[in-house]
Structure formats: structure tokens, C-alpha cells
């Protein structure tokens, strides 16, 4: 009876053992498999960024550079330096390509014919969005493109650009940007720029807030995206109560 239930046991340790190291080979494939992919990312990001550079080395100072970015691009010194504009997708899910790369094309051919002198502000933040929702049409992000449409309304502003960038990248220079474009009227980008900044520099406020409250067992449903009317009254109170 002891000598079977020890081959039994022992059995079982086995196929335990067996499956061990079957999950740990796949966890380790898996962990190759994304070392892969980020080291082409960043292959991929290189290249981007190497390819801007290396067109503005091939052409004068004064020949405009019109750049679109996905809006979780990380702008970097390099980038912007070789950039004469940069504007960034106001969607997400991405669905605007053809429109900013229009705007940008836009842009470019009244530059060329002289009915615009493109002005670029930029701020770049030591803030990170946590992951979670940041769909254009949802609060907390919404009322940042709704302020920014606004903005455009002003036929000085030629575009506002907000990139909150992606908290998975791995750069020294990570960090949420905002862009104003003019036409002439560097007050006013630099301006709107900041503005943009403060709007999001709020919106982490707001992130802190809902942190809070679900750490108090509050669900996440109505608090974030906020669709409960409720929500943005109880984030005065918490703003007035703790001065943010
Ligand atoms: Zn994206």
C-alpha cells in the first residue's frame, strides 16, 4: 500500500516537475520573444529619429519640415530641433492620419507660399498618464481636444499638438510634450503651449483623485472615464479639500 501510494506520489511530482518546466520554457521563449520586439522598437524609434535628422542635414536650415507623430510619440531635442512643425494625431484609437498629414501638407504649401511664417512653441513634462483609458471621446482626456479645437478657432493658430506619450517606452527623455503652432506670434504659441501643459498637469490631478477613491473600494464604473454625473462633483470636493 506504502510502495503505491509512493509510486503514485512520485508519479505526480513528476508531471508536476514536467509542467514546471514546461511554463518556465514558455515563460522564457515569451520574455525572448519581447526583448525581440522592443530592441526592434527601438531600432524602429532610431531609425525615425535618425531619418529626420538626416534630412535636415541634407537640406538648408530655412527648407520647412512639416512632421505628423502618432500622439504617443516621445518628441526628443533631436527630433523637434530637425522638425520646422510637428503636429500630432488628435485621435485615439488613431483614426485622423489622412486629416493631420492634410493639415501638415496644408501647412507646408502656405510656408512655401509665403502666407504663413510657422512659429513652434513645445513643452516637454516629467509626466507620465498611467495606462488605462485615454480614448479622445472619454473623460479625463476629451476636455484637453475639446480645449485644443477651441484653440484652432484663432486664425493665428495654424495647430496644438498634445502627446501624452506611452508609459511603456524606456528613454531617458520619456515624457509627456505639448506643441502650439503659429503663424508669427511666438507670445501666443509659447502661450498655448503651456496651456495645454496645465491642462494636462490637471488631468493627473484628476487620475490622483480616482486613485484615491478606488483605494477606498469606490468601482472604477462612472469614476473613470467619468461617465457618472456624480464623479466630477465629488472630484471639486476633493480638489477643495485638498487644494489641488
Ligand atoms: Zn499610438
Known amino acids: 500500500m506504502a510502495k503505491r501510494f ?9 508531471i508536476r516537475r514536467q509542467r514546471e518546466d514546461e511554463h518556465k520554457r514558455i515563460v522564457a521563449a ?31 536650415a530655412t ?8 500622439l504617443h510619440a516621445n518628441l526628443t531635442r533631436k527630433r523637434m530641433d530637425a522638425a520646422t512643425f510637428v503636429i500630432g494625431y488628435r485621435t485615439n484609437p488613431h483614426r485622423d492620419h489622412y486629416d493631420v498629414g492634410y493639415s501638415a501638407g496644408e501647412i507646408l ?11 513652434m512653441a513645445w513643452r516637454k513634462m516629467k509626466l507620465l498618464k498611467g495606462g488605462g483609458i485615454n480614448g479622445d471621446f472619454l473623460s479625463p482626456m476629451s476636455p484637453i481636444f475639446n480645449a485644443m479645437r477651441k484653440m484652432e478657432k484663432d486664425p493665428r493658430v495654424l495647430s496644438v499638438s498634445d502627446f501624452p506619450v506611452h508609459i511603456w517606452l524606456d528613454y531617458p527623455e520619456l515624457g509627456w510634450s505639448t506643441v502650439a503652432v503659429t503663424d508669427g506670434d511666438r507670445t501666443l504659441a509659447e502661450k ?18 480616482v486613485t484615491e477613491e478606488v483605494r477606498n473600494g469606490r468601482s472604477i ?21 485638498n487644494g489641488r
Open 192 to 209: 498655448l503651449a503651456d496651456e495645454i501643459a496645465d491642462e494636462a498637469v490637471e488631468m493627473t490631478a484628476f487620475e490622483d483623485f
Open 109 to 119: 504649401m502656405k510656408t512655401i507660399r509665403g502666407e504663413v511664417k510657422h512659429v
Open 221 to 241: 464604473l462612472g469614476l473613470y472615464p467619468a461617465t457618472d454625473e456624480q464623479t466630477p462633483k465629488d472630484f471639486a470636493a476633493w480638489r477643495q479639500k
Open 6 to 14: 509512493a509510486f503514485r506520489f512520485e508519479t505526480m511530482l513528476k
Open 30 to 60: 515569451r520574455l525572448r520573444e519581447i526583448a525581440a520586439a522592443q530592441e526592434q522598437l527601438a531600432v524602429f524609434h532610431r531609425q525615425i529619429r535618425e531619418e529626420l535628422a538626416a534630412i535636415r542635414s541634407r537640406v538648408s
Open 63 to 70: 527648407v520647412p519640415i512639416g512632421v505628423t507623430f502618432d
